[in-house]
Structure formats: structure tokens, C-alpha cells
């Protein structure tokens, strides 16, 4: 058997054995410090939640062993261009739950699945798959170091962790080269944003995601170092914070840089007089793709564009071609850029038009 793969810091402890041809055991913890064995990689695999969905699809580097997974998770799934490079998501059943998280274990039952991916931050979620003998993978949220455990978990259980090793990898190189970028940018020069997802009387902001935007030289005006993910502000504190630029995250469907360019109550902040709003990447609809690295490097172009080095579209189609080995057409990356919805936007086309 060959030596152990040993993992850095926190997440050595979720390798037990390695594999080898001759002995294809495999066995990790999960987040719940469970020891998961399975004789051989997981060949079927029911996923409750589009995170694990995403990480196996990735790593595994096929949607083959994929048995089931939740409506939200294939709708996710089919709505950038995962559908065009894996056709056969469209097969897969979206029978793993019920509503929310709440597995659907007569269905999975059914499927005789090797595997199941279900999230621990409720017992309930986990004890009715596992007093029926079926074997779940606890996965716990959403810290930067957990999401990083999300690749490595499902290296394990493919029996692939050479190629969740190599995603890190890349993500770690692009962060890097960002942080050296920036070294010398003192804080206070940061770019000033909002990141915003519904806009209405009330306008909801994302407040403390677990995105570092220093990597990107910005600064979120409505960070407040508590663990609250949102914040609900009115037009008063928006008018206060006049952010310099915008950001609409990719899950905030609805929503457009033009739906703020009409927004008459918001006509003098500096954002959007400048039409510096701009829809994230579709690549960033879940934090927990392999590929979100990316959106920091997007972000750092957009607010800082005479630093900004080399093309991102080819930047773009080198990390899914190195994730899921897909060449991306011209109109894939105009789709997950964003093209179309940000063309009103300044200099947007120009940077990352084709």
C-alpha cells in the first residue's frame, strides 16, 4: 500500500488510507470526524445539496457516477454551461430530497447509491438515511477551510485526489499572485463596493461572506465583523456609504446593472451616475465551485482596470479546462461573464468582450 497522502493543517485529519491498484479501500473522515470506508471509489453517489454536486462532478471529472441530486442543485447546475460540458446531467434524477435538505429516502433508497452527500448542521438530516444502512459523507458550512475539505472529501471518494489536490493548488497560485499584487495598496486605497442582491424599499446587501475582497484591492462598505451573511439597509445608509462601484452577485437572478441605472432614488451615488455596476460571473452561483477562485481575479479587473494583466477570457478557459477538461466556445464564456447583462456598464465589453 503506498504511504499515505498527508493533507496540510486542519485538513490532515480527514485522510486515513491512501489508494493503490492492488488495494482500493477507501477511508477518510468527514466533518463529523465519522470514518468513512468504502471497499472501493464511489460509483454511485446521491447528493443532497448543490455543493457536493458541483465537487464530485469536478473532481470526478464526469457526471457518470452521479445517481441523484436536489432540484436546486440540477437547476444550478443546468443554468451556466455545467449541462453543455457534462450532457448527462439533464438524465439525472432530481429525486434526493424532499423540500429544503430533507432527504427523500425511500428514492434513494431505491438507487442503491455507495455514497450519500447531506449536510450535518442538523441531526435529522443524517440520522433516517443512516438507520436505513445507507452511508453518508456529513458536510459542514461554510468556513473557507471547510469548502477546501469539499474538494478533498470528494477526491477521496472517487479515488481522485490527485486532481482535488491540483484544484487547490490553482486556487492558491491565482490568490497569491493577487495578494502580491496588492501588497503595497494600504487599506485605506481599497476600492469602495457594495455587493448587492435584492434592491426594493428595503435593499439587502451581502455583508460578511466568506470571500476575502482584499485579495481583490476592495473594501465592502457594509462588512461589520459579525457573523450575519446579509444586511438590510435603506436608500438613506446607501446614499451615506456612495460606493465607487457595485457588484450583483450571480445567484441574484432578477436582478441587473439596469435595474439600478432606473433606479431613480439612487441616481447621485457615485456607482451608478459612473455605470460602474456589474453582474458577477455565473461562475460565482456557488461559492463552493472549484472555479469560484476566479471571481476575485474578475473583481480585482473590474475596480482596478489599468492593473488589470492579461486576457480573462483566457484565464477563464484555462481553469475549466483544467477543472473539467472542456474547451469553452466564445459563447460559453460570453455566458458566464455576463456579457449581455453588463454591456451597459463601463468598459465591461471592451475588457472582456471577445
Known sequence: ?????????????????????????????????????????????????????????????????????????????????????????????????????????????ALNPDLVMQWTSDPKLIEPLERVGLKVMGWDCCTEQQRRDYLLMAGYASGKIDRAQSMLAMQDASNAALRERFAATPATDYVKILEVDQLADQIRVVANSSQDYALSGVANLAADGTDEWWRTIDVEQFLVWNPSVIIIPAWATDLTPQSFYDNALLASVDAIKNKRVYKVPAFNRSPDAPEVYLTAVWLAAITHPDAAAG??????AAGYKAIYSADLTAAQIDKLLELEANTPSEGYTAQFGG
Open 1 to 109: 500500500m503506498h504511504t499515505p497522502f498527508r493533507l496540510p493543517a486542519i485538513a490532515a485529519g480527514l485522510a486515513l488510507a491512501a489508494m493503490s491498484p492492488a488495494y482500493a479501500q477507501v477511508s477518510f473522515l468527514d466533518h463529523r470526524g465519522v470514518k468513512i470506508e468504502l471497499e472501493k471509489p464511489a460509483e454511485r453517489v446521491v447528493t443532497t445539496h448543490t455543493s457536493g454536486a458541483i465537487a464530485y462532478l469536478a473532481v470526478d471529472g464526469s457526471a457518470d457516477h452521479i445517481a441523484a441530486m436536489a432540484v436546486r442543485g440540477k437547476d444550478a447546475l443546468t443554468s451556466a454551461v455545467y449541462d453543455e460540458i457534462f450532457p448527462r446531467l439533464a438524465d439525472i434524477p432530481a429525486s434526493a430530497v424532499t423540500e429544503g435538505f430533507v432527504p427523500n429516502v425511500e428514492a434513494i433508497l
Open 311 to 316: 486576457s480573462f477570457r483566457d484565464t477563464v
